[in-house]
């Protein structure tokens, strides 16, 4: 069954934890984000094992193999669910993360955190990728990636949940799907282009869904997300 994560994409401890407070029984995954891993990550780490939640730290590494995953290592905490590298890191360094990550959660006795890879940052356009030298388009060098993240050990990518249907179709279903761009019917879309709803990304087959600003900004977040997971399920 798909889950939901929900973005703490907010300025301030106070605020990130309060929603958390909010929605802590609710089945639901925390993301943090650089935004809040920044800003104050020790803090919300703190209280998000207080309340015995789990989460996506989503700091999407790149670097060399070892610093990165060294980087990774330093993430796998109580509670760490997903940590999330840069396909375009390479072969080298997502396999050193995927294998750093298991050997961290076995020092600690706990399940195995997922490393999930951006492909192709949804910012970028064709005309980017031209710019930046790279051969063919987006989806071509997004299904690259993809297949260099599965070889090097990842659990799956973050993707648009348009995509959803043929990543699992060329990886198969165990290949997990995060989709962000999620927005309930009637929502506003902000700067997200290509949006679907809770529904439609489900029915793809998506395994995560990401969701923020129509959480976050909602007068009354509990019932937003609530409404989130009745959609969903
Ligand atoms: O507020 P909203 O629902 O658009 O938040 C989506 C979250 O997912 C944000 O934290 C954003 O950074 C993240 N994300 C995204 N698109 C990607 C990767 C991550 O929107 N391709």
Redesign the pocket.
Known sequence: MAQLVV?L?LPTADAAERLVDALYELDVIF?V?LESLFGYGDRIFAHMEARDVRHFI?AKLHDIPRTAAAAARQLVRQGTHIINVHAIGGNDMMRAVTDGVAERAAELGMTAPHVFA?TM??SIGAEDLNELGFRGGLGENAMRLAALSRDAGCSGV?CSAHEVRDLKRYFGEDFLTLT???RPTGAAH?D?KRVTTPREAVEAGADYL?????ITEAPDALEAAKAILAEMR
């Open positions: 973005a994409d993301k984000g989503d951006v940052l949804t973050i962000p761009g999620i902000a997200q990401v969701v923020g600003r129509p």
